[in-house]
Every structure is written in C-alpha cells, then in structure tokens.
Nanobody, 117 residues
Framework: QVQLVESGGGLVQPGGSLRLSCAASGFTFSSYAMRWYRQAPGKERELVAGITSVGGIRNYATSVKGRFTISRDNAKNAVYLQMNSLKPEDTAVYYC??????????WGQGTQVTVSS
C-alpha cells in the first residue's frame, strides 16, 4: 500500500539545523511532484516547499526562502527538507505529500519539529 514516512524531527535550539526525510513506497515516486507542509498548533496547514518529479523546479514559502532546501533522490524514493537557521516560529508538525494533478494525493503522518532554547 502507499506509504509516506517522515523522520528527522526533534528539538533544536534557535539557529540550529535539522534535516527531514520522507520515505515513499507503494507508488511510482519518480512520477510525482512532492511537497512539504507544516502545521503549527492552532494554525492552518501551510505549504513550505515543493519540488517537481525530476527535481528541476523547486519553490518555497517566503518565510523559509534562503533557509530551507528541498531535494529528492528518485533512486531512493525519498524527499528531504534541509532546514537551517531555525526560528521558534518554525515549530510545527511537518508533513510530506505526493501530488497528483497539482493537489496532494498522499500524505505522511508527520514529524514534530520544535525550535526552542
């Protein structure tokens, strides 16, 4: 069956870094654009970053541009989110999603990122 499994979250101090991973299975990963979303307590889920199926185009939310980098490895069926210069406002549950027709088709279960001193 389809699975997206995020990992790499945790507690980090402001200014620190984390690398999130999302392992995909059960579908043809290389055919899907992928996104990272996040949801903070009491807030709507928001788009963080996206990458096309072969990785040629990447886009970012304004709030993370220059600090976060999305990448993918189609040979490993994985997408990554390198997060640098983390801020307390980056605290959220981070989700990866596989897109079909431009909309999220499959979702992971999420991984918690907490930025706090």
């Amino acid at each position: 069956q389809v699975q997206l499994v995020e990992s790499g979250g945790g507690l980090v101090q402001p200014g620190g870094s984390l690398r999130l991973s999302c392992a995909a299975s059960g579908f043809t990963f290389s055919s899907y654009a992928m996104r990272w979303y996040r949801q903070a307590p009491g807030k709507e889920r928001e788009l963080v970053a996206g990458i096309t199926s072969v990785g040629g185009i990447r886009n970012y939310a304004t709030s993370v541009k220059g600090r976060f980098t999305i990448s993918r490895d189609n040979a490993k069926n994985a997408v990554y989110l390198q997060m640098n210069s983390l801020k307390p406002e980056d605290t959220a549950v981070y989700y990866c999603a596989a897109l079909q027709g431009g909309y999220p088709r499959y979702w992971g279960q999420g991984t918690q990122v907490t930025v706090s001193s």
